[in-house]
C-alpha cells in the first residue's frame, strides 16, 4: 500500500510539487512564527533573570505616575515620595528580607574627561548595589560605606564611559566632571550587557548616595529601593509587607492610591508570558489560516486525482483490492505529501529565522518541539484534506470505474 502510494505520487512530480508547496508554504509561516516567538520570550526572560528573581523593586511614584523605567531597571522619580528612612524601614521591619539598597539617579548626564564628553545616567548608590545587583567592579574598588559617610566625590563608571572617555588609557585615578562636578575614578564595572528595555547598562556612573543627593542633584528623595529577599518563597509575602509598611510611613488613608509601586520578578514574568501569549495566539491563527489554505489545495488537487485513475482503481478492485486499500493508499499518499511539504517548510523556515535575526537582531529558537509540531500538523493536514476523496475512491466499484 506505502509503496504503491510512493510509487502514484512519483508518477506525478508536478501535482506532487503543487500539494506539498502549498503545504510547505504554511509550515514556513508555523515554524518562523513559533521560533521568533521563543527566541522572544527566552531574551526577555534571560533579561528578567539578570533583574534577579530573588529581587524586587519599590519605585517611588503611584501607578498612575509617568516614571520612564531606565536601562538596568531603575526609574527616575517624578514624586519625592521615596525617603532614605523608608529604605532603612524595610531593612528593619520586613521579614524576609535579607537586603535593600536605595538608589536615586538622573538621566543623560554630560561626562566629561579633558576634551572628551558623553550623555550617561548618573547614579547615586549605596555599597549593597554592587551585591543585590550581582554587579561588580572588575578592577578597583565600588562605592564603599566610607565613601557614602563622607560624601566623597569618588565614582565608579561602566565599561562604555571608560571606552568613550578614555579609549585604551587607564581611567583609575583620574577624575571626571558629572554634571559639572569633579570624581574621581576608583573604579570599572564588569561589563553587563542590554536591559529588559534595551539600554546599554555598562553606559553608567555610580557615584555615592550621600554625595549624589547634596552636591549633584540636591534632593533628600530616592528614585527607588532595590530589596533582595531570603527565598523565592518571601517575595509575595515580603511584597504585601513592604505595600502595607509605606502605606502606614505615608499615612496614606484606605482607598487612597499608593504613591508608590512594588515590582516583583512574578509580575514581570507574568506580563511577559501574558503578552507572548496573546502574540503567539495571533501569530498561529495566521498560520492556521496557511494551513487550511493548504490543505484545501490538497484536497482538490486529490480529488482531480481520483477522477483522473478511475481505470486504476477499477482495475485494482477487479481484482480483489478491498476499498480500505483504495483508502489506505490515496490517504498515504496525502499524508506522505503534506509531510515532505512540512520537512521542506521547516528548512524554509530555519532559513527563514536566520533573515529575520539578520534584519531584527531578535534570536530565534528552533527547538524539536518545534520541528515535531510542523511536522505533527502537516501529518494531520494530509489526514482530513485525504479523507473526503479517499473515501470518494473507496466508495467506487469496478463497473462505474472502469466503464469510465
Keep these: 500500500m506505502v509503496a504503491q502510494a510512493l510509487r502514484a505520487l512519483d508518477r506525478n512530480r508536478l501535482r506532487t510539487a503543487l500539494m506539498a508547496a502549498g503545504i510547505a508554504v504554511a509550515i514556513t509561516v508555523l515554524t518562523v512564527v513559533l521560533s521568533a516567538g521563543m527566541g522572544a520570550r527566552e531574551r526577555i526572560m534571560e533579561r528578567v533573570r539578570v533583574f534577579g528573581l530573588e529581587n524586587m523593586m519599590v519605585w517611588a511614584g ?11 531597571g531603575a526609574g527616575d522619580a517624578v514624586t519625592a515620595t521615596l525617603k532614605l528612612d523608608d529604605g532603612k524601614a ?6 524576609g528580607v535579607r537586603g535593600v539598597a536605595p538608589f536615586a539617579r538622573a538621566g ?26 550581582d554587579w561588580h567592579v572588575e578592577r578597583g574598588a565600588f562605592i564603599t560605606h566610607q565613601d557614602d559617610q563622607l560624601m566623597a566625590r569618588t565614582a565608579a563608571i561602566g565599561p562604555t564611559v571608560a571606552q568613550a572617555l578614555f579609549g585604551d588609557e587607564d581611567p583609575m585615578g583620574e577624575v571626571i566632571q558629572v554634571g559639572g562636578v569633579p570624581f574621581e575614578i576608583t573604579g570599572v564595572m564588569l561589563a553587563k550587557g542590554a536591559s529588559a528595555g534595551g539600554g546599554d547598562m ?19 528623595y530616592l528614585s527607588g529601593v532595590r ?4 527565598t523565592l518563597a518571601d517575595m509575595e509575602p515580603a511584597a504585601a509587607d513592604i505595600a502595607a509598611l509605606l502605606r502606614e510611613r505615608h499615612g496614606l488613608a484606605p482607598g487612597t492610591q499608593d504613591d508608590f509601586r512594588v515590582t516583583t520578578p512574578t509580575e514581570v514574568t507574568g506580563m511577559v508570558e ?3 501569549g496573546t502574540f503567539n495566539l495571533f501569530l498561529i491563527l495566521v498560520a492556521g489560516i496557511a494551513l487550511v489554505v ?30 480500505r486499500h483504495i483508502r489506505g493508499q490515496f490517504l ?6 503534506t509531510v515532505l511539504g512540512g520537512v521542506g517548510g521547516i528548512l524554509l523556515g530555519a532559513l527563514g529565522n536566520r533573515v529575520l535575526e539578520w534584519f531584527t537582531g531578535t534570536p530565534a529558537l528552533l527547538t524539536w518541539h518545534v520541528l515535531m509540531l510542523g511536522i505533527g500538523f502537516a501529518a494531520l493536514v494530509g489526514l482530513v484534506a485525504g479523507s473526503y476523496p479517499a473515501g470518494r475512491a473507496a466508495a467506487m466499484t469496478p463497473v462505474d470505474a472502469l466503464r469510465s
Design 62 to 72: 503611584g501607578p498612575t505616575d509617568q516614571t520612564r523605567m531606565g536601562g538596568s
Design 90 to 95: 524595610i531593612l528593619a521591619e520586613v521579614a
Design 108 to 133: 543623560q548626564t554630560e561626562i566629561r574627561w579633558r576634551d572628551q564628553t558623553l550623555a550617561a545616567p548618573v547614579f547615586g548608590v549605596t555599597p549593597e548595589w554592587a551585591e543585590l545587583w
Design 202 to 220: 555598562d553606559n553608567r556612573v555610580f557615584v555615592p548616595l550621600s554625595t549624589y543627593m547634596r552636591r549633584v542633584a540636591g534632593v533628600d
Design 227 to 230: 530589596v533582595g529577599v531570603r
Design 274 to 276: 501574558e503578552m507572548q
Design 294 to 323: 493548504g490543505g484545501v489545495v490538497v484536497a482538490n488537487v486529490m480529488l482531480l486525482s481520483v477522477g483522473e485513475r478511475r481505470g486504476e482503481i477499477g482495475l485494482r478492485k477487479a481484482v480483489g483490492a478491498r476499498g
Design 332 to 337: 498515504v499518499e496525502a499524508v506522505a505529501v
